[in-house]
């Protein structure tokens, strides 16, 4: 075995430093120089202070203009502006949720989509109260995706996933109206809310926020991942690799940027078809290579092991190694920078979503009905675009590490029994985790989640936070572009036991799992809720005790917020790395940070200094044991 090195955040800036030669030749733009135009930032919106949500406006809060024209003061605009950021981030996971659940509904046993795990659609119909005796499996699944649809607009009731939180959860959720209806409802009574002449009271709005919030963590984005089990396969630790050096010079390489695995997973289940490596081969080409960017890689690196080629502010430098032949994206989180940078290579920019069309792209609309054949002929047109590679262009650096991916909520438990004493225990719970944790074995754990975000020096919030908790016996748990550059660090490798404190190090070897586990995409931040759910339930705690936090040092987009909301709504102290646009309002302040844990017993501690916050993180899981006297 090779000696083992983690990554270091230098050895990624070496490497784009060297594609941004390239792209100076060819004329290319990137974020690094479009930054640089951008700033400094605009102070009113910074603070959140500015308000244009009708032309009376746009007004911005000044000492000397403490109110807008209608009135409202600074608390009021900066918690519309809260809500609205919230409400957007809800509607787009949410819709994403949505699509999986038509992606079910159009399932069949001789289409392009197939229920490839019965049991758990069985156990979820069960949980739903839906009849399953005696059906066939595709009926059921059409009956649940329809029951899923009506989550989103059913005139009454809350979300139906709720019931999966412990009690006490769903009790304080009760108790302050926090418990989310229908999905489009909360994001819709959002908009009203926050719209001229309704709600400029902070805590009402920050209340809306945390149940719009809880309609995509409880509701759409746990429906996108159940969904996607069903569909795609629930996760298991499976090998891969990531990085840039992922994608391989002599071969066709197809990346999937984006978020929904419906298109990414065609796309892979064709790139694989030994006609279209045939093809790929008579164009000149070894063979094809599919790796990914963004969430979309974490689904199909979770499920088939496809390699991650980077995480979000990597998606320019796919593009700039000149040996991408198609970058194949459908919605959230896409640089509209990509159309222009692929008019700067050979690469072809295709975009397939009705909701997300960018200028300089080739549209080629993807839908459930036809993707069998959409697929195939997006995999085509990248092949016959590789005879179009300039190649004093193509640079791939020689940059990857191994990971081990696939830890789904299922998986995890599983892992655990491979700990746990048959003759003496119960197999397939949470206790041998508990065990770890009271003994002190473990401090706690981490869900690192979030984006990346020029505000802090890519990656190395994420990379230098894993590893001093790590180093201080607490198992992380990350997702998206977290997951990502954990991966391309190494952490994702099982070697990396040795960075770990003795009790991590002891865990992971029992175990065989390593130190940052990979749970999926950012709607896959659903599958912690359900552990930390089933984590409180087996310890007979209520989630707020666990000694258990969340963290988003790099995040920037509202879906980020979405989830802060449904995170610190779940009852986990959150910490984030960036301002949301909240500084600007005391009193919004106030309550972000200390007024909702008298709803939801936790808050959120934003710290711009990353040693400050992995300190702040320590310290909370440290009060949260010496509280349950552990
Ligand atoms: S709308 Fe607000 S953030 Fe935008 S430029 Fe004007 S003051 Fe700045
Ligand atoms: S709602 Fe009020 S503060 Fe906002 S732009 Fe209109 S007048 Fe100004």
């Known amino acids: 075995m090779s000696e083992f090195k983690l990554t270091t955040v230098e050895e990624f800036e070496a490497a784009t430093a060297r594609l941004l030669e390239t792209g100076a030749k060819v004329g290319a733009d990137a974020w690094q120089f479009r930054v640089k135009n951008q700033t400094p930032h605009c102070k009113f919106g910074e603070e959140g202070v500015c308000c244009r949500i ?28 809260y809500l609205k950021f919230t409400a957007g981030g809800s509607a787009t996971h949410s819709d994403h949720g949505r699509e999986i659940c038509h992606t079910l509904y ?37 009956e649940v995706a329809e029951t899923g649809l009506m989550e ?15 009690e006490s959860q769903q009790e304080l959720w009760e108790k302050n109206e926090l ?21 400029s009271k902070p805590e009402a709005l920050v209340k809306q926020a945390i149940r719009a919030g809880l309609s995509d963590g409880w509701g759409g984005s746990m429906m996108g991942t159940e969904f996607s089990d069903v569909l795609f396969g629930t996760p298991k630790p499976i090998e891969t690799e990531a990085n840039l050096g992922v994608m391989v010079e002599d071969n066709v390489n197809i990346v ?42 974490n689904e199909v690196a979770m499920r088939r092991g496809i390699p991650m080629a980077g995480n979000f502010l990597q998606q320019e430098n796919v593009v700039l190694t000149g040996a991408c032949e198609a970058i194949v994206v459908d919605v959230q989180c896409i640089f509209p920078a990509l159309g222009p940078l692929s008019k700067c290579f050979h690469t072809k920019f295709i975009t397939t979503s009705p909701i997300a069309q960018m200028p300089d792209s080739e549209f080629i609309r993807f839908d459930a009905h036809t993707a069998g054949e959409k697929a195939k002929l997006i995999v085509r047109t990248a092949i016959e675009n590789f005879k179009n590679r300039k190649p004093e262009l193509v640079h791939i650096p020689q940059m990857k590490q191994k990971a081990t991916v696939g830890y789904s909520t299922e998986a995890i438990v599983k892992a655990l029994d491979g700990v746990t004493n048959s003759q003496v225990d119960e197999l397939g719970t949470t206790k041998p985790l508990l065990e770890c944790i009271t003994s002190g074995v473990l401090r706690g754990a981490v869900a690192m989640v979030g984006c990346n975000n020029p505000r802090v020096r890519p990656d190395l919030a994420h990379i230098e936070l894993m590893k001093k908790l790590v180093a201080n016996d607490i198992i992380i748990i990350a997702s998206g572009c977290s997951a990502q550059a954990a991966a391309k660090a190494g952490l994702m490798d099982k070697r990396a036991k040795d960075v770990c404190g003795a009790g991590l190090k002891r865990v992971c070897e029992l ?11 950012c709607v896959d931040i659903s599958r912690m809720l359900v552990l930390a759910a089933t984590l409180a339930k087996d310890a007979g705690l209520h989630i707020s005790q666990l000694p258990v936090v969340g963290c988003a040092p790099e995040w920037m987009s ?26 600007g309002s005391s009193e919004m302040v106030e309550i972000l940070t200390n007024g909702t844990k008298e709803w939801v017993e936790a808050a959120f501690t934003v710290e711009k200094d990353i040693e400050k916050l992995g300190d702040a993180m320590i310290a909370k899981i440290e009060e949260k044991r010496a509280a349950l006297g552990i």
């Open 511 to 521: 175990a065989d799992i390593p130190p940052v586990l990979h749970m999926g995409s």
């Open 152 to 166: 989103y607009g059913k005139p009454f009731g809350t979300q139906r996933f709720l019931k999966r939180a412990p």
């Open 256 to 297: 999937v940027h984006g978020h929904d695995p419906s298109l990414s997973e065609m796309i892979c289940e064709f790139a694989d078809d030994p006609e279209m490596i045939a093809y790929a081969k008579e164009q000149g080409a070894k063979g094809i290579t599919v790796s990914g960017v963004c969430c979309t890689s």
């Open 558 to 583: 509202e879906k980020a917020v979405s989830i802060g909301n449904y995170v610190i709504g779940s009852g986990i102290d959150t910490f984030l790395g960036v301002d949301p646009y909240a500084c």
């Open 179 to 199: 418990a989310p209806r229908a999905i489009d409802r909360e994001v819709s009574c959002s908009l009203h809310m926050s719209h001229m002449g309704c709600s």
């Open 54 to 81: 009708c032309t009376m406006g746009p007004c911005r809060i000044t000492k000397k203009a403490p109110r807008g024209i209608c009135g409202c003061d600074v608390h009021g605009i900066v918690g519309r502006n």
């Open 106 to 142: 159009e399932s069949a046993a001789d289409g392009c989509y197939k229920v490839k795990d019965p049991d758990k659609l069985i156990r979820i119909a069960k949980e739903w109260g839906i009849e399953t005796e005696g059906k066939d499996i595709y009926d059921l699944a059409h």
